[in-house]
């Protein structure tokens, strides 16, 4: 196979060399005799496994005795309703920031719990702008505060954290891991695997621990914090196999000397891309340059007739799943850990090549 470089918003790419270590561990695993498919996740095995990606990750995001974490299913989707669900705490307002096609997803979920307080909102501008944190709405009855630190679709990122009085909630799905933050900041950190930690089936949560323990009456046991803590997140059968393979990704991001040194590379390659997308008339990205994301970067064609075309011959360059989402139009491409600093050189290469044939 000829090198693919696949820059997918999610399911994304993985790191080869996982890719690598799950073939060769794919019909044995250490001494188990079988798959770490086919295997309790009450053995001895997996146990080491589960105990190991934890303390791994602990490791990797710097994240205090004072919080949880969590290995779940359900995807950060279900995080938008198990967040309101133990988050509210007898309260009936959450505020939440508005600012882009999964915010807003969280926000319609919220909406089934309580009063939702949107105090930003860049519908406006078609998340392409933040507004700054002194312009917010912020209800200070409020639970909580939502927000998204990565909007996924419209490459829309924040360059600041909001500092509120009340516990800071952010969907981390299409950031977490890309570099070093604070986690004490945080009263929930939540991201599903599928997009920079591994493969689907798998929802991380990194929770402080005082704010488990008052979930809202008659809701599903599976979704209490409490219930998932308390057991390891194994009240059920976890997510066995995605389970595994972040487990791999987290080894091999410490191999690579950790999030100080994914900062780098991630900031280098969002860098390139930019720049060349500046360069040039022939391609734009409309967002507001401080709150460009390094992970997923929407690019647009000035003849958007030739999206068709681009996409067809970069397909056949070996640069894969560039189509920018239904929304936004033009090409996308994401470029989480597992994209090398090679394949965006080569994805540059490539548009201005396009660009001196078409433009
Ligand atoms: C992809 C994505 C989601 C949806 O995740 P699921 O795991 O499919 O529920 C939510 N939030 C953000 C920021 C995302 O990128």
């Not at 693919?4 to 890719?19: E, R």
């Not at 500092?163 to 969907?171: F, N, R, Y």
């Amino acid at each position: 196979m000829s090198q693919i470089y696949n820059f997918s918003a999610g399911p994304a790419m993985l790191p080869t060399q996982v890719l690598k270590q799950m073939q060769g561990e794919l019909l044995e695993y250490g001494n188990a005799k079988a798959s770490v498919m086919e295997i309790s996740h009450r053995g001895a095995d997996f146990m080491a496994m589960a105990q190991k990606s934890e303390a791994d990750l602990r490791g990797l995001m710097n994240i205090p005795d004072n919080y949880k974490v969590l290995f779940l299913q359900g995807g950060a989707s279900a995080q938008f309703s198990m967040v309101p669900i133990n988050l509210l705490r007898g309260k009936t307002t959450a505020n939440y920031a508005h600012t882009g096609h999964w915010s807003k997803k969280a926000i319609a979920e919220g909406e089934r719990y309580c009063k939702v307080n949107i105090c930003t909102d860049s519908s406006g501008n078609k998340y392409t702008n933040i507004d700054d944190f002194s312009k917010w709405h912020i209800d200070e009855k409020g639970a909580y505060l939502h927000y998204t630190p990565n909007e996924t679709i419209a490459g829309l990122e924040f360059d600041y954290v909001p500092e509120v009085d009340m516990p800071l909630v952010a969907d981390m799905s299409s950031t977490i891991l890309s570099r070093e933050i604070d986690v004490s900041k945080y009263g929930v950190i939540y991201a599903g695997a599928q997009k920079n930690i591994g493969i689907a089936g798998l929802t991380i949560v990194i929770v402080r621990e005082d704010l488990i323990g008052s979930v809202v009456k008659n809701q599903p046991i599976l979704f209490d914090y409490a219930t998932q803590a308390n057991n390891d997140s194994m009240y059920n059968t976890p997510s066995t196999y995605p389970w595994y393979v972040a487990a791999r990704v987290f080894e091999w991001l410490k191999a690579q000397g950790g999030l100080s040194a994914m900062a780098k590379i991630n900031q280098n390659k969002a860098n390139t891309l930019y720049e060349a997308i500046d360069a040039s008339d022939f391609y734009s990205n409309p967002v507001a340059k401080k709150y460009r994301s390094w992970m997923n970067v929407p690019f647009l064609l000035a003849d958007e007739n030739l999206n068709g075309l681009f996409l067809e011959k970069a397909t056949n360059n070996g640069l894969i799943t560039l189509k920018g989402h239904r929304s936004v139009g033009g090409m996308r491409a994401s470029i989480y850990n597992a994209m090398p600093q090679e394949g965006v050189d080569q994805l540059v290469g490539f548009m201005q090549d396009f660009e001196k044939e078409n433009g």
